[in-house]
């Protein structure tokens, strides 16, 4: 395939690249433990908050930033970002009337009409403005199966025994770097609790989106399915053009309690950085996950932006005949790299796990797979069926698969299989014989790849992705 | 329809097209034969526009147009299909979806509206019954664990859902049991008319028994050696190359 092809076909441009004027307040840069007394003042969070944010604080002065993945970047100050940044706007908004017009434009360009989602698709969405919530749509029909979906804010203010129980119990302070740092200074976030027995009536959403300049975001979701419920969770984001990198760092914490069913999918769309790589987004997050017995949780993603992706959503099998899930797709384009994959904690028996990961890489991008399959000593008659498959495009892009596995008990069973394939001349020269063009064969070709995946979203959800995938890839052939 | 004049092509640094000469016009069958190796698959894949074939000299006219100048899907626009030899498996595309895509894409190219989808899935049904083809075909992964065979029933239903006007059928018969050589042979039959013509690649008379050719020409060492009637095909079945080959030393 010539070189004028490659060009053309990943030279498009993040199409959602815009900025919206709304006024925010935002706090001077830098990070001390003042920093988190205003943060925690700003919200009124009661005193245990605060303990528990400068516990995490202490505890992150003493970690240091990891290295060991397979990206390189320039590391963030941290003392030059600003860690709250909030729409002016404070009261709590009952409908659509009370949310400032701009941003509802912002919506609207890309394509997420909030009417249409509320009426279409029965969506309940909870949207992240920076990092203050300033929607909430549903909450009556949620709330007459007593199930509470808010801001983790609202969450801390009026059910504070539900977070206090549950905060950093899958995800500790100390877990790694950015999951303390997220314990320390996180705004907002999404808190939602179903109860005992419960379905869920509709897929509850939330979009992100990060907006003030030089405003890094830390949000902070806990999810908490107690026993015999089930959920579904979408999570989707877009962000405007920036020149300079923004760090994200969130943290999921997901809690299904026994005979819980928790689905939790994610469409991610962050400014990647212009075609040399330039800018773009940093995402290290921290999502995890706990299963009780009979439980289950299936984390499904499609990774398209970000400058530096480091995510694995994880779950802790410890319930017996628990299951976990991971359905991943990851693309990688121009200089993005992403590394991501998931860990499969297996520590009940009869625990079972999947995981499904689908890189593709174009560009100059490195996309790497790092997964864990560990079976403990008692989770007898484990099992792990793992599937790695990388796509290239060109020849100056990378796949790696990293794939660890510690099985402590005989009676596990582990498959691992991987594959790595080039869209082919063969495949190309196929489709354009019977009059499709390379750009349609590739978004073809790259659809049936990822059919596995795509098929676990819920369908509109599956639809965006489907589009996402080909913006991602206009041009990119090899 | 095609007029193929003193073509010569090169796959990397070797001559295998060494000046083709050969005219097709509508309505006409044209079997071509000739041994491994002697070119065949190169000629089709040049017609079709295959990149890594490098035309050298010579020209190919298709309705007017110099077929040389356009990119591979403008060729299939056209109306140019070729049944591959080996067709090529795409994971996770249904053979719906695909067939689907190609129909829309090549109406696209003409300036024309999609297919309506009711129309689109009444003309699958018709085909794949021409075809004797099971519907769960259509849902399966294009070319995924398909039998030899049915990649190459899979092809020729393409070629019915596609209705082009010239086809070039490369080896579509190996492969296929004695059943599925009639039933395939008999779908290409009915797409016959006087507007569209068929170029059958094949090894074997059998296949010529079914679609009647016009003409059959000896394809060796990158050249056409002999033509003739349908009569040269059953000569060369009872007397293999060595004749031939020897006539051309
Ligand atoms: N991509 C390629 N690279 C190198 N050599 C090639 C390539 N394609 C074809 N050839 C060579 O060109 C010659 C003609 O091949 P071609 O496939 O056209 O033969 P054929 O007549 O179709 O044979 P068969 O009856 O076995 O299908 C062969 O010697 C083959 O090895
Ligand atoms: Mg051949």
């Known amino acids: ?478 | 329809m095609i007029k193929i004049k003193n073509l010569h092509a090169r796959v990397e640094e070797k001559e295998i097209l060494k000046g083709i000469n050969l005219e097709i016009k509508p309505g006409e069958v044209h079997a071509i034969m000739g041994p491994n190796g002697s070119g065949k698959s190169t000629l089709s894949n040049v017609i079709a526009g295959r990149e890594d074939y490098k035309v050298t000299g010579g020209s190919i006219d298709f309705e007017g147009a110099d077929l040389l100048d356009l990119d591979p899907e403008e060729r299939a626009h056209k109306g140019i299909f070729l049944s591959f030899q080996y067709p090529i498996e795409i994971p996770g595309v249904t053979v719906s979806n695909f067939i689907k895509t190609a129909i829309n894409e090549t109406r696209k190219g003409r300036g024309e509206e999609p297919m309506d989808a009711r129309e689109m899935l009444s003309k699958m049904r018709e085909k794949s019954a021409l075809l004797e083809m099971d519907k769960s075909y259509l849902s399966r992964s294009l070319n995924e664990g398909f039998s030899g065979g049915e990649k190459k029933r899979n092809e020729i239903f393409q070629m019915a859902m596609l209705e082009p006007k010239l086809a070039i059928l490369d080896e579509t018969d190996s492969g296929l049991d004695i059943d599925a050589l009639r039933i395939v042979a008999n779908g290409v039959n009915k797409l016959r008319n006087a507007n569209n013509a068929v170029l059958v690649i094949t090894h074997y008379q059998r296949l010529l028994d079914h679609i009647e050719p016009d003409f059959v020409h000896v394809l060796y060492n990158g050249k056409i050696v002999k033509s003739g009637d349908k009569n040269l095909a059953i000569e060369l079945e009872a007397k293999g190359y060595d004749w031939i080959k020897e006539e051309n030393v």
């Open chain 1, 1 to 478: 395939m010539s070189d004028e092809i490659l060009d053309e076909v990943t030279a498009s441009e993040y199409k959602y690249g815009f900025v919206t004027d709304i006024e925010s307040d935002t706090v001077a840069p830098g990070l001390n433990e003042d920093v988190i007394r205003m943060i925690s003042a700003k919200k009124n969070e009661p005193a245990w908050m605060l303990e528990w944010r400068l516990d995490a604080f202490k505890i992150w002065l003493d970690m240091k930033e990891p290295e060991w993945s397979n990206v390189t970047y320039k590391k963030p100050d941290f003392q030059a970002i600003s860690y709250y940044s909030a729409p002016k706007q404070k009261k709590t908004l009952d409908s659509l009337d009370d949310v400032d017009p701009e941003l509802l434009k912002t919506f609207e360009k890309l394509g997420i009409s909030l009417n249409e989602q509320k009426r279409l698709s029965g969506v309940a969405m909870d949207i992240v403005v920076d990092s203050v919530s300033v929607a909430t749509t549903f909450k009556k029909t949620l709330g007459e199966k007593g199930i509470i979906f808010c801001s983790m804010s609202e969450a801390i203010a009026e059910h504070p025994e539900l977070v206090k129980k549950h905060i950093g119990t899958v995800v500790p302070k100390r877990d790694n770097f950015y999951a303390a740092l997220n314990s320390a200074v996180f705004t907002d976030g999404s808190f939602c609790y179903i109860p005992k027995g419960v379905r869920c009536p509709m897929e509850l959403s939330t979009y992100f989106r990060i907006n003030e300049s030089g405003t890094g975001q830390f949000e902070r979701t806990l999810l908490v399915a107690d026993e015999g419920s089930f959920v579904s969770y979408l999570e989707g984001c877009t962000a405007p053009s920036r020149d300079e990198n923004q760090l994200h760092a969130a943290v999921v914490e997901l809690v299904a309690m026994d005979g819980a069913e928790i689905k939790y999918s994610t469409v991610q769309n962050w400014y990647p950085g212009d075609a040399q790589g330039k800018g773009g987004v940093f995402n290290f997050v921290t999502k995890r996950g706990i299963c009780e017995r009979n439980a289950k949780i299936s984390w499904t993603q499609v990774e398209t932006g970000s400058a530096v992706t480091w995510k694995y959503p994880s779950c802790i099998l410890k319930g017996d005949n628990s299951v976990g899930e991971f359905y991943s797709v990851a693309v990688t384009n121009n200089y993005q790299q992403a590394d991501t994959g998931t860990k499969m904690i297996h520590l009940g028996k009869n625990t079972k796990s999947t995981i499904i990961s689908k890189g593709i890489s174009a560009g100059h991008s490195h996309n790497s797979y790092r997964g864990l399959v560990r079976i403990g000593a008692r989770a007898e008659n484990a099992r792990n069926f793992s599937q790695c498959d990388s796509l290239l495009m060109g020849d100056q892009c990378g796949a790696h698969t990293f794939p660890y596995i510690e099985a402590q008990n005989p009676t596990a069973q582990i498959e691992h299989e991987a594959t790595t394939s080039k869209i082919g001349e063969d495949q190309l020269f196929y489709c354009n014989q019977r009059g499709i063009q390379t750009e349609q064969a590739i978004a073809l070709i790259v659809n049936g790849y990822c059919k596995d995946v795509l098929n676990q979203l819920p369908m509109e959800f599956a639809v965006e992705a489907q589009k996402l995938l080909e913006i991602s890839l206009e041009g990119s052939v090899g």
